[in-house]
């Protein structure tokens, strides 16, 4: 059995994530209070406790999600004996790829947290709030090319690309307000249906340059190594362990496109992989898993219970 590791997004935070795997294991307890020091904030506290406003804060749910599943993966190795160096591949969407690679030791877990509170904090702050827009297209009729054409009707006003290619029946655009609006409109002639996001920027698209150019100066400091097992990128959605690659495709994420369904679809492919395995918060992407590559397996480890019936299925 060939397994991938996927680590989620934003999106999937939630007040009190984590504090089962705290309760229950030392080594949770110790990624928790290593991100806390190195943040110089009560990270952990806020997770547990909220509110909910504060935690989804980008510079607050990024690293918030990357300490939960790195939480989870310490826990697997310690407490069962279950290491991700021992997968076929690792695989992040978006902030996840951080998470992947603090997991695969490739990024230290402090430099992590401190790479993704300046992440968020930077991609806040490179479009004015109220200017930026992003729309999820969705339905049956939904694919890469639909996304495409309503995007290229937005950019006839600003800026508008395809910033999440999840699945089919899934994809997001993103860009100036006035430029997705055109979108929807479009999309919605071609048969699917647009959902405004709730979200305080344009992820993934030209207009976060500002924040790419942050990451780039964090980035050219930070020690990255060769992640075990190698981890797909977002940006190529390829297998990738030159750490000087890494470094660059981290910057080019935070304008580019997170070809998930690609990625996904390489690992069920060329790739061998028969267990798509979600560590951390929530279940997003196991759904997305099961519609991508409805032939492999599926499956979500968010309490202890979860690793402890994952370890034993081995």
């Known amino acids: 059995?060939?397994?991938?590791?996927?680590?989620?997004?934003?999106?999937?935070?939630?007040?009190?994530?984590?504090?089962?795997?705290?309760?229950?294991?030392?080594?949770?307890?110790?990624?928790?209070?290593?991100?806390?020091?190195?943040?110089?904030?009560k990270l952990s506290q806020l997770m547990r406790e909220g509110p909910e406003d504060q935690l989804t804060l980008?510079?607050?749910?990024?690293?918030?999600?990357?300490?939960?599943?790195?939480?989870?993966?310490?826990a697997l190795k310690a407490e069962f004996g279950v290491d991700i160096g021992s997968a076929?591949?690792?695989?992040?969407?978006?902030?996840?790829?951080?998470?992947?690679?603090?997991?695969?030791?490739?990024?230290s877990l402090a430099d992590t947290a401190r790479l993704l509170k300046t992440r968020g904090q930077a991609m806040q702050k490179a479009v004015p709030v109220g200017k930026g827009a992003m729309a999820s297209l969705i339905g049956p009729k939904t694919d890469?090319?639909?996304?495409?054409?309503?995007?290229?009707?937005?950019?006839?006003?600003?800026?508008?690309?395809?910033?999440?290619?999840n699945n089919n029946g899934n994809v997001v655009i993103s860009g100036d307000k006035a430029a997705v609006d055109r979108a929807i409109e479009k999309a919605k002639e071609l048969g699917a249906r647009a959902i405004p996001l709730n979200v305080s920027a344009p992820f993934h698209c030209p207009l976060m340059q500002p924040a790419a150019d942050r990451m780039a100066d964090a980035l050219g400091g930070a020690r990255i190594v060769a992640p075990a097992p190698a981890v797909v990128a977002n940006v190529?959605?390829?297998?990738?362990?030159?750490?000087?690659?890494?470094?660059?495709?981290?910057?080019?994420q935070v304008t580019g496109r997170v070809r998930w369904r690609e990625s996904m679809e390489w690992m069920a492919g060329e790739?061998?992989?028969?267990?798509?395995?979600?560590?951390?918060?929530?279940?997003?992407?196991?759904?997305?898993?099961?519609?991508?590559?409805?032939?492999?397996?599926g499956l979500a480890l968010n309490t202890p219970e979860d690793l402890e019936a994952f370890a034993k299925s081995l």
């Open 236 to 252: 190529t959605a390829r297998p990738e362990t030159d750490p000087e690659v890494i470094r660059r495709l981290l910057v080019e």
């Open 58 to 74: 980008t510079e607050n749910a990024q690293p918030a999600l990357m300490a939960v599943s790195v939480a989870a993966a310490r």
């Open 144 to 165: 890469l090319a639909l996304a495409e054409e309503a995007a290229r009707a937005g950019s006839e006003v600003g800026v508008c690309v395809v910033a999440n290619d």
């Open 88 to 107: 076929a591949y690792v695989a992040g969407h978006s902030l996840g790829e951080y998470s992947a690679l603090a997991a695969a030791g490739s990024i």
């Open 1 to 41: 059995m060939s397994i991938a590791f996927l680590f989620p997004g934003q999106g999937s935070q939630s007040v009190g994530m984590g504090s089962a795997l705290a309760d229950a294991f030392a080594s949770s307890r110790e990624v928790f209070a290593e991100v806390d020091d190195a943040l110089g904030q």
């Open 271 to 297: 790739g061998g992989v028969t267990r798509f395995v979600e560590i951390g918060a929530g279940k997003v992407l196991t759904g997305m898993a099961k519609r991508i590559a409805p032939d492999a397996e």
